[in-house]
């Protein structure tokens, strides 16, 4: 495997190199972050998690903070496309119960995640308010969307954005109280956790499905 690996790798243009290489060093800090903390994760320990050189580091980031500021944004953006992805073209209430599952699906996938955000406003202040400008944005546009087609009633773009930070802040907490598992792992919440959420959206914000007014 790491045979054919390094072959493949050998194939890359330059470009394509740095970035492969680039990448590897965010899935090694992921992992450590993930594992240490950020208070405990090295230059040292990442390079040696990614199999790299600590020079080759070097010619990707200034300095170690300059990773950590671009961590969670990074992983952010992974979970803004797996949402997507899992997310159908059905009516915007069911759409959102989608996108809710999605986010569990994801912190299962990347249990890392977690951690990283948790501590991230301390420890990397800039990725922090990066990564919730970028899914905040991209929330509100999925609500603009909805707004345009009538699925969402009044509602201005300044409460999108203070709704947006509530249901994240929803998760985030939800993700802290049923996520864990007794073993360290990362579990999918109970069924219930997402027929209230459900019944929250579809009763609260955005009018049932069929109904005019």
């Known amino acids: 495997m790491r045979q054919a690996t390094s072959a493949k790798v050998a194939k890359l243009n330059r470009v394509e190199r740095n970035a492969w290489t680039k990448q590897k060093i965010?899935?090694?800090?992921?992992?450590?972050?993930g594992k240490y903390g950020y208070a405990e994760a090295s230059v040292a320990r990442i390079t040696e998690q990614a199999g790299v050189a600590q020079g080759t580091f070097y010619n990707h980031f200034e300095n170690r903070q300059e990773l950590l500021d671009q961590l969670l944004p990074k992983i952010g953006i992974d979970m803004v496309r797996f949402i997507r992805e899992r997310t159908g073209n059905g009516h915007a209430a069911r759409q959102e119960v989608e996108r809710f599952a999605a986010f569990f699906d994801f912190i299962r996938e990347v249990p890392e995640f977690l951690r990283i955000l948790n501590e991230a406003e301390f420890f990397a202040p800039a990725g922090y308010q990066k990564h919730l400008d970028n899914v905040a944005?991209?929330?509100?546009?999925?609500?603009q969307r909805a707004r345009d087609a009538g699925a969402i009633v009044d509602y201005s773009d300044e409460e999108f954005e203070a709704i947006v930070h509530m249901l994240m802040g929803g998760r985030g907490y939800l993700s802290l109280r049923y996520s864990y598992a007794e073993d360290g792992g990362v579990v999918d919440v109970p069924d219930h956790v997402k027929t209230a959420y459900q019944k929250l959206i579809t009763r609260g914000l955005i009018k049932p499905e069929g109904k005019s007014k």
């Open 137 to 143: 944005s991209a929330y509100v546009r999925i609500l």
């Open 26 to 33: 965010f899935d090694a800090a992921t992992k450590v972050v």
